[in-house]
């Protein structure tokens, strides 16, 4: 939060180391952007990428343009909306809860994916539309279910942080345990297709879902930044938000639609990919503050930078067969949340 006694020259100062973290966060995000596109099985070098890049993706060699403009590329950007996704939407979570444990599966909705996503591949041709857009499809609208479970609780019982954490916690082990039956049901075959879906992955990336994933982050960014003011006055606590007359519970119920509306368009064509949206937001307050003005950027490109980090290491670490990001996230996650846990304030040492 602001200090009054920070005075004009200590509040610049402030804002000046929080502009120079942003610029070297967004510098290693670069740098990460380029070794992703050039790391992979087939290898290229960065004059062969600089040259693909520059001719187009109607270039000369097409081995190249085909390599750069349609693998590596959609994976890279891909990379990069769902780590921004996440990280918002964690922040958010993370605020409105206010746990700092808390993450965008909490509230239940990578399980509903998951379950969505394991239906459709168990059932398999019960649409006329293609496997590559049913089972995204599918995984969206069990996000959407769930989140209007969560939200009809919140309706009832008040959108307070207690009451929305339980009902999350509800339906995550009810969308696990149809998750769980599901996998019982399905054939070797099937239940490996499964699998490789839950294990998250950006291989399965295309220019389709880099337009819809980006047009949904796009459609959230404004309702994100409208409502900066509010979530850093919620981190005062609900008294002294209500006190400057917030309507608590109503922003917590818009703040939620928003989260669940991230995450579908985040895991949806990517599949499970956990620690993301728990991280990104204390590395993104440790180094920007409470201000959620310059948190929420920082949580997104935080977000985005992890995410694009483990592709890099999951080629680096296995180049023949890529390993999905979802387990590099999930293994890299570990000490991390060791590192947050060890860093956190007792409650009553505010």
């Known amino acids: 939060m602001t200090d009054p006694g920070l005075g004009i020259g200590g509040y610049a100062r ?23 596109l050039v ?29 750069l403009w349609q693998i590596r590329m ?20 993370q605020t409105i809860l206010a746990n700092p444990l808390a993450s965008p599966f909490t509230l239940g909705f990578s399980a509903a994916a998951g379950f969505g996503a394991a239906l459709s591949i168990l059932a398999g041709g019960l649409t006329a539309l293609p ?74 990336s295309s220019w389709t879902s880099v337009q819809v994933s980006g047009a949904i982050l796009l459609l959230c960014l404004p309702f994100v930044l409208r409502d900066a003011w509010n979530l850093t006055a919620l ?21 939620f639609l928003l989260v669940a509306a991230l995450v579908a368009g985040a895991v949806s064509f990517t599949g499970t990919i956990g620690f993301v949206g728990l991280i990104a937001p204390h ?7 409470e201000d959620h003005r310059f948190a929420l950027p920082m949580a997104a490109m935080t977000g985005a930078l992890i995410l ?18 979802g387990i590099i996230t999930a293994i890299a996650g570990i000490p991390m949340l060791l590192a947050v846990l060890f860093t956190l304030k007792p409650a009553g040492g505010r």
């Open 14 to 36: 402030r804002i000046r180391l929080r502009g120079a973290a942003a610029l070297v966060a967004a510098l290693v995000l670069l740098a990460l952007i380029l070794a992703d």
């Open 39 to 67: 790391t992979g099985p087939s290898g290229m070098s960065l004059e062969a990428l600089s040259r693909a890049f520059r001719a187009g993706p109607q270039g000369a060699d097409r081995a190249a343009a085909a390599i």
């Open 74 to 93: 959609p994976q890279t950007l891909m990379a990069i909306l769902v780590g921004a996704s996440l990280g918002l939407a964690g922040l958010m979570m």
């Open 131 to 204: 496997p590559w857009l049913e089972t995204p499809l599918a995984a969206f609208s069990m996000t959407l279910l769930a989140t209007g479970l969560v939200y009809l609780v919140a309706r009832l019982k008040g959108a307070q942080a207690e009451i929305l954490v339980l009902a999350g916690i509800a339906v995550l082990f009810f969308f696990q345990a149809l998750q769980s039956l599901v996998q019982f049901m399905a054939s070797p075959e099937v239940l490996q297709q499964i699998v490789f879906w839950l294990f998250g992955s950006l291989l399965k």
């Open 235 to 255: 981190r005062l606590g609900d008294a002294n938000a209500a006190s400057l007359g917030m309507d608590v519970d109503a922003m917590r119920r818009r703040v």
């Open 283 to 289: 590395v993104a307050r440790a180094a920007v503050g």
């Open 308 to 325: 694009v980090a483990a592709s890099v290491a999951g080629k680096l670490l296995s180049p023949g067969a890529v390993i999905p990001v």
